[in-house]
């Protein structure tokens, strides 16, 4: 994305923007906390381990991604969400982050950041580096042992092309990435 877009649709009206050196600060926070709390499997670490560990993984992820901002269009320093990702890793296209504030979701903003990014709409290929609660379909077993949808559909259901990798959001290359003689 060359310029700024300013979206207003029925849906809700944001202005997308490249992030700043000033938002990092808010993408790097509601990254950590939120993660922290809907990730499949870093709700269950203690604080002290997960912000220990992660913190500067994020930093390091924030440091070399893309990453834009939805904001109110009255004023651009109020931010609704953010998208960060990297077009190219050795594993390939890379997204490791969509959030957008709670009150806020179901208007199509995380939609419109992605769009907004060089990713595949579909997002064929691309590694998904840290999926949440959100990216799963709701699901239950039936009484036979069957999964039984209880609940709306997750990301994953969307885009059946994208690729979970943790490890590349942590920066842990594949065998297959590095050089091996």
């Known amino acids: 994305m060359s310029q700024v877009e300013a979206v207003a649709s029925r849906e809700f009206p944001v202005v997308i923007r490249h992030a700043e050196p000033s938002d990092v600060a808010v993408v790097s926070e509601t ?6 709390n809907d990730s499949p499997w870093a709700h269950r670490l203690t604080d002290r381990v997960f912000f220990a560990h992660h ?4 930093a390091e992820l924030l440091s070399r991604s893309c990453a834009l901002v939805a904001c109110d269009p009255q004023d651009e320093r109020v931010v609704y969400g953010a998208v960060v990702w990297e077009p190219l890793t050795p594993e390939g296209p890379a997204l490791h982050w969509v959030y957008v ?13 992605l769009a907004a ?5 579909d997002l064929a290929g691309v590694n998904v580096t840290h999926p949440t609660y ?6 239950r077993l039936g009484p036979g042992g069957e999964v039984v949808r209880a609940g709306r559909s997750g990301l994953e259901e969307l885009f059946p092309r994208a690729v979970v990798n943790f490890y590349l959001g942590l920066g842990v290359p594949s065998r297959d990435a590095l050089e091996v003689p």
């Open 31 to 36: 990254w950590l906390e939120s993660y922290r």
């Open 55 to 58: 913190q500067p993984a994020v």
């Open 101 to 113: 504030r709670k009150a806020l979701r179901r208007f199509g903003i995380a939609r419109r950041l």
């Open 117 to 121: 990014t060089d990713l595949p709409p």
């Open 134 to 139: 959100s990216w799963y379909a709701t699901r």
